[in-house]
């Protein structure tokens, strides 16, 4: 499997662990400490990404309330935006509605499109309710660059952000959603919340991925990326 550049949730424990055992308890002289303040900001500027998994007693217990199923949201990278009500009077999903959506979220570099998971979609309903049925600015959905890894690639993931509404507190209300299996990322250069669905059986995942727009400047080499993969991946 090749792994290229602008992977979502590529992570590094080991550097902040590292970056954690750097602090000694007892008194140190200034020059000693300037060393190992220097050493630690290396350190840190190093780990360009760290995450972990999510234990069960940290995840929601609560059953998910229905959300409004208003959903409108902004395609950055198309330009374009769309407003649907996600259920239909039945009850069920407005099948027009999740094809306007699916159409959305279509890859940017190809224009393919694919049926998201439509769990999603109320996640981000649920998201837009929650913070007084602002437009959701889409940054990323599916994404047809072929990486098994990749939530994107498998139309269950969204990269998302709202005008107005930090990135912090997005990530918090989204974990609040939580109930098993869902990965969210922290993308603080790039001002944005990944949210999604991970395959069957994988456990909950959370991450903060500190590489800039492009998503390129994560760690040095190819080899290091790669051998990252083996971690639950997005
Ligand atoms: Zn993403």
New binding site residues.
Partial sequence: MTVGPGL??VVGEASVAEARSTSKPKARTSKAKKRSSKKRRRRRGRAKSSGHKVGKSKLRTAPLERPSGELWVFSENLQEEVKVQLYAEDGEFDDAALASLDHEFRCKRTKEERAVDPRLYEMLSRIQDEFGGKRIHL??GFRFQRNEG???YHAS???IRIPGVSIRKLRAFAETLDGGGMGI?L?PRSN?V???FRAPGEPSYRWIDYSGPGGKSRGKGRSRRAKRRKSPN?
């Fill in positions: 979502d949730g940054v990323s990749s939530r994107h993931a969204m990269d990322g993308y944005f990944h949210v999604d997005t």
